[in-house]
């Protein structure tokens, strides 16, 4: 069984017998009502009556004399020990194990940027050399016959290539009946 999560701590204090008055008249009204709390604090209880029936039963011990020199004797000696950092203090600063830490982060971190900037060049020259390099695109020829990549090369280059093949194109199949285009306006001097 679980108490309620929020009374875990009062009913260890009420077990203990440490809580104030009207914490435990209120606690004490909640233990009637409520099973789970009730078995918990029970449980509790049980421990610590335990707990101090053992206490009662440990013997006081008082220490000898001896302890007393002996104890009196390692202080006496560990403060006349030479203190760290007595003649360089600066050596002891930097082999703290704090410091250790950082000096060596701090000399990966430089050693991984100086491979950084020198590390060889040749891998960008390939990659650069390996990039296609345009090929160069032919334009329609006079003689060849009409076709839509003829035309889409022609007008790539520019209008008035493709004007210019529009009308080679133009007077191969129309033979004498004299199709007029834009490049044939300007020759003849005809207005739009």
């Given at each position: 069984m679980n108490p309620c999560a929020h009374r875990k701590k009062d009913l260890a204090l009420l077990a203990a017998g440490v809580l104030e008055t009207d914490e435990r008249h209120r606690?004490?009204?909640?233990?009637?009502?409520?099973?789970?709390c009730r078995q918990y604090w029970e449980e509790i209880s049980e421990i610590?009556?335990?707990h101090s029936m053992a206490t009662d039963r440990v013997p006081s011990l008082e220490a000898s004399d001896e302890f007393h020199r002996r104890l009196v004797r390692q202080i006496q000696t560990a403060e006349s020990a030479p203190q760290p950092g007595g003649m360089f203090p600066i050596f002891d600063w930097l082999v703290s194990s704090r410091w250790k830490i950082a000096l060596s982060t701090a000399a990966v971190t430089v050693l991984v940027v100086v491979l950084v900037q020198f590390r060889p060049r040749t891998e960008i020259v390939e990659s650069i050399s390996s990039i296609a390099k345009p090929k160069a695109v032919k334009v329609a020829r006079a003689d060849s016959q009409p076709s839509f990549l003829a035309y889409?090369?022609?007008?790539n280059k520019s209008l008035e290539a493709l004007d210019d093949l529009l009308a080679r194109d133009a007077s191969k199949t129309s033979g004498s009946y004299g199709t007029i285009t834009a490049a044939t306006r300007e020759q003849v001097g005809l207005p739009d």
């Open positions: 606690l004490e009204q909640h233990l009637l009502e409520c099973p789970q610590c009556n335990e889409r090369l022609a007008a």
